[in-house]
C-alpha cells in the first residue's frame, strides 16, 4: 500500500502539502534573546531552584543541559544533583564550576510576547494554521508551494523566524500532521526533513515505535511485549491484536505509521487578535523609518482584519529596544470597526511615546475582535487630533483595555519584561 494514501480515497488526498513546526527549546531561546551571553551554555528553565524553595520541577533545558542529563518535567532537586547552579559551584568547593549551569524562572508573559512573533510569520506564510501550543503549530501549505518547492519553501520560514524572531525551529514536511510531526522532531535541533507521497511507511520503517506519534514511553513498553520494536513492526502487526490490546487508539497508532492520516489542518477557533511585526536589521533611531515602518503594518493588520470581516475595538503597538525589552501601548475604542486609516493614526499617536528610544522591532495589533453581522459601532467625533492628549481617550464611561496580550501590562502602563532579571554576571 502506498504510504501516504489514505485507505478509501483517491490519489488526489496525496497532493496535501502540513507543514508542523516546533521551536527547539523555545523557553531557553527565548531567554538567550535577553541574555546572549547565555549561548551554548547548559541553561535550564524551570521553578524551584531559587534559595528557600523545596519544590519545583523543569520547564525547559537546552541541549547543552541535557547531556548532563536534565531534561523536561524533571524535579527540580534532581537537575540540580545532576547539573549544580554556577552560583552555587562558585562557593562549593566540592562542586566543579566547568560541570555546573544556569538555571532561570519561568516568565511566560515574556515567552508569550516572542511566540507572538513567530505566528504573526506563520499565519502570514499560511491561510490555515493550526497552533497546538506556545512553540509549535500545524500548517496546511498545499496552496502555497509545490513538492518539488517544499524543502526551499520550509528553508526560507525557518530563516524568516531565525532572522526576525531569534529562535531556531525545525520544520517537517509530510502529506499527514502524524507523518509531518514525526519529520519535524527528526533532527532536532535546528531540523528540516520533507518527507514527500509515497515515502512515509518507508521513512517510519526503521524508527524506534515511540517516533511514531501518540506513541508515549508506556506504549512502547507495552508494543515491546508484543515484538513491536519499530515504526515497521507497527505497520505489519495485525491490527486486530492492536485493537483488542489497546481500543481505538491501537488503530489509529495503526495507520499513522502505515502513513494513514485522514485528518486535516483546521484552526483552534477564530483569532483573538491579528498582527504583524517587523524588525530592523540594525536599531534604529530614525523617526521617519520607524513611523513608515508602522504605517506598514497597521495597513497590513487592517486589511488582514477585513479579509477575515473581523472588526476591532482596541489597537495597540509593540516596540523592542535594545537588547531586549518590550513594551507596548493599547487603545480601546467606543465599538468594534473596520476603519484602517485610523488603526494607522492610533499607531502613530502611541509610538510618539518612543521618539528618544532606539528601536530593533515594531509590530502594529488589533484585538477585541468582533465577528458577528450587524452595525459597527459609530466613531462620529472620535477624531485623532495630534495636538490633544486626550484624543485617544474612550468616552466617558468606555474603559480602556485591562491587559493586552502582548504582555499583561496595563493599557498605558510601560512594560519592560527584563526588568529585575538577573545578569550573567551576577547570577
Known sequence: MDGARLPGTSTDDADQIVAHVDMDCFYAACERLREPALEGEPLVVGMGFQPGKRHGAVATASYEARKYGVDSA???????????????AVDDPDLDVAEAGYYRPVDMAFYESVSEDARSILHDRADVVREVSIDEAYLDVTGET??????QWARSLKDRIEDSVGVTASVGVAPTMSAAKVASDHDKPDGLVVIEPGEVRSFFADLPVEKVHGVGPVTAAEL???????AGDLAAADPDVLEDRFGERGLEIYRYA??????????????????????FTEATSERSEIADRVRSLASSVADRARSKD???????IKVVTPPFDVYTRARSLPGPIDRPALVEDVALELLTEFD????RKVGVRVSNLSFTEGEQASLSGFELDPNDSNALEPPEGQSTLAATEWGDDGDDERADLSAGQTTLDEF
Not at 356 to 359: F, H, L, P, Q, S
Open 74 to 88: 524533571m524535579a527540580i532537586t534532581e537537575a540540580l544533583e545532576r547539573l549544580p547552579r554556577k552560583i552555587d
Open 224 to 230: 515491546g511485549d508484543l515484538s513491536i520494536e519499530t
Open 258 to 279: 502505515r502513513g494513514e492520516d485522514s485528518r486535516e489542518v483546521t484552526p483552534r477557533g477564530r483569532p483573538k487578535s491579528l498582527s504583524r511585526e517587523s524588525a
Open 356 to 359: 528618544d528610544e532606539r528601536v
Open 310 to 316: 473581523a472588526l476591532y475595538q482596541t489597537i495597540s
Open 146 to 151: 509545490e513538492w518539488e518547492s517544499a524543502r
